[in-house]
C-alpha cells in the first residue's frame, strides 16, 4: 500500500515533511512523474505528489523573469512564454520523452526539469537549468523553510543554493517555487549542414565552427542512420552523417555568418544553408533526442556522456567502437548519446563505457534501462571520494535524516548510506 501525500500549499508541503520527519518515513518526491525512471528506485512506499503545487505566480515579459509554483506543468509555462515571443534560453527538449514513450511533448513539471537540471541544444553557449534559475523556495529533510535567490541576476551572497537544488533530484530540499530567467526570441535563425560521416571529422568541424567569430549557438551531429529524423530536403541528398550548426539574431548578421561558416567548413564536406523554414524542426530533433525516443526504441539501453566538447569526436568514435550502438553529439561534442541495443548488456559494455568517459575527464550516466540493470549498477558516474564527502556533507546539513528521494541517486547500501 502507497501512502500519497498531495500538499497544495507550501505550508502544506512543510507539514508533510514534518509528519514524515516524526515518524522517520522516507518520501519519494514527484511532480507528473515522467521522470521516475531516471535514476535509481527510491526506497520508500510513500510518496510526496507535488502536482497541486501549481500556477504561474507573476510573469514579468519585460523583465524577462518567471515565477511558478514548482509543478506548474512545463507545457503551460512554455504556452505563456510563447505568447510574448519568448523562450527559456536552455532550450529544454523533451528528456521524458526518452525514458517512456507515453510521455508526450513538453511532458513533466517546471519544478522536475530544475531538479535534473536538464538543458537542450544551447547549453554549449548559455548553461544549463541552474544558470537561468534566479531563485526558489522549499523546505528541507528538517522540515524547514529556506530560500535563496530573488527576481534579478547577481542578487545572491554567501553561498548560492540554487547551484545545489538544480541537479539535487530533489535530495536536498522540495522546491515549491522557482524563479527563472527567459529571452526574447531570435529574430531569425538559420542552420547549416554539413556532410560528414565520421564522429572524428564532426569533431574536428563542430570545435572550428565554435572558435570562430560566427557566434555559433549550437552545435550537433547526426550518424548517417539517424539523419532522414531532420527532415529536411537537403538531408536527404547526402545520404551520409550530418554536422548541423546553428546561427542566431538579426537576418544580416545571421545570412553573413551562415555564408562564413560554409566557406571555413568546405574541407569537411558538402556545405549548405537550411532555409528558416526548416531550422526550427531540425533543433527540436537535437533537443528531443528524436532518434533515440522510447516510442521507437524502448528496447535499448541509452547512455548520456558529457566530455570536454573538444575531445566529444574521438571519444564518440571510441563507444562506438568499444560498446556498439549508435551515438548522436550535442553541445559541440560535449554531449554524446550512446544507445546500445537490448535492455541487459553485459558489465564489460558497462565498464568500457565508464572507462572512456572518465580517461576523456568526463562522466557516463545511465538514461534508459531495465529496472534490473539499474539495481545492479550506479546509474550515474560514481564519485571520486573528495566530491563525495563534500555531498554528504552538504545532505547531512538540509536532510540529516535521509527522508527525501533516499536512494534516488546513489543506491542505499547495506549501511544504509545513500542519497
Not at 518567471?66 to 509543478?71: D, K, L
Not at 537561468?132 to 535567490?149: I, N, T, W
Not at 564522429?199 to 572558435?211: D, E, I, Q, V, Y
Not at 552523417?241 to 551562415?258: D, F, H, K, T
Amino acid at each position: 500500500m502507497v501512502d500519497v501525500l498531495s500538499p497544495t500549499t507550501p505550508d502544506q508541503l512543510r507539514d508533510a515533511v514534518g509528519w514524515a520527519l516524526g515518524s522517520e518515513t522516507p518520501l519519494e518526491i514527484i511532480g507528473s512523474g515522467s521522470k521516475r525512471a531516471y535514476g535509481h528506485n527510491v526506497q520508500t512506499n510513500a510518496v510526496l505528489d507535488c502536482s497541486k503545487l501549481s500556477g504561474i505566480l507573476f510573469y514579468q515579459p519585460e523583465e524577462l523573469v518567471i515565477s511558478a509554483r514548482a509543478g506548474t506543468p512545463l507545457a503551460e509555462i512554455k504556452a505563456a512564454l510563447a505568447e510574448k515571443n519568448q523562450q527559456f534560453h536552455f532550450e529544454p527538449g523533451n528528456f521524458p520523452g526518452l525514458l517512456d514513450a507515453s510521455n508526450g511533448p513538453d511532458a513533466g513539471t517546471i519544478g522536475g526539469l530544475v531538479a535534473c537540471n536538464i538543458a537542450g541544444p544551447r547549453r554549449i553557449k548559455v548553461g544549463a537549468a541552474r544558470d537561468h534559475l534566479l531563485g526558489f523556495e522549499a523546505v528541507s529533510g528538517r522540515a524547514e523553510d529556506f530560500k535563496s535567490g530573488g527576481r534579478v541576476m547577481k542578487n545572491v551572497t554567501g553561498f548560492d543554493l540554487s547551484k545545489l537544488m538544480a541537479g539535487a533530484f530533489g535530495t536536498l530540499g522540495v522546491m515549491h517555487t522557482v524563479t527563472l530567467k527567459v529571452m526574447p526570441n531570435d529574430e531569425t535563425s538559420a542552420t547549416v549542414i554539413v556532410a560528414c560521416s565520421d564522429p572524428r571529422a564532426a569533431g574536428k568541424a563542430m570545435t572550428l565552427a565554435m572558435r570562430s567569430e560566427n557566434e555559433v549557438s549550437a552545435a550537433a551531429w547526426i550518424a548517417p542512420e539517424d539523419a532522414p529524423h531532420l527532415d529536411v530536403p537537403l538531408a536527404g541528398e547526402y545520404g551520409s552523417g550530418l554536422v548541423v550548426l546553428r546561427i542566431e539574431g538579426p537576418q544580416p548578421s545571421v545570412a553573413w555568418r551562415a555564408d562564413a561558416l560554409c566557406r571555413a567548413l568546405a574541407d569537411f564536406g558538402e556545405c549548405h544553408e537550411v532555409p528558416e523554414s526548416h531550422s526550427h524542426s531540425i533543433w527540436k530533433v537535437v533537443a528531443d533526442v528524436a532518434p533515440f525516443a522510447a516510442a521507437e526504441n524502448s528496447d535499448s539501453t541509452l547512455w548520456r556522456v558529457s566530455v570536454p566538447p573538444a575531445s566529444g569526436g574521438d571519444v564518440c568514435a571510441q563507444l562506438i567502437e568499444k560498446a556498439g550502438g549508435r551515438a548522436m553529439m550535442d553541445w559541440a561534442g560535449g554531449l554524446i548519446w550512446l544507445q546500445v541495443p537490448g535492455s541487459d548488456i553485459p558489465a564489460a559494455t558497462v565498464s568500457a563505457v565508464r572507462d572512456i568517459a572518465a580517461a576523456a575527464g568526463g562522466q557516463a550516466v545511465l538514461v534508459r534501462a531495465s529496472g534490473e540493470l539499474r539495481k545492479t549498477i550506479p546509474v550515474f558516474h560514481p564519485e571520486n571520494p573528495a566530491l563525495a564527502r563534500i555531498n554528504a556533507k552538504i545532505k547531512e546539513n538540509l536532510d540529516p535524516h535521509g527522508i527525501l528521494n533516499p536512494g534516488r541517486i546513489a543506491p542505499i547500501s547495506q549501511n544504509g548510506e545513500g542519497a
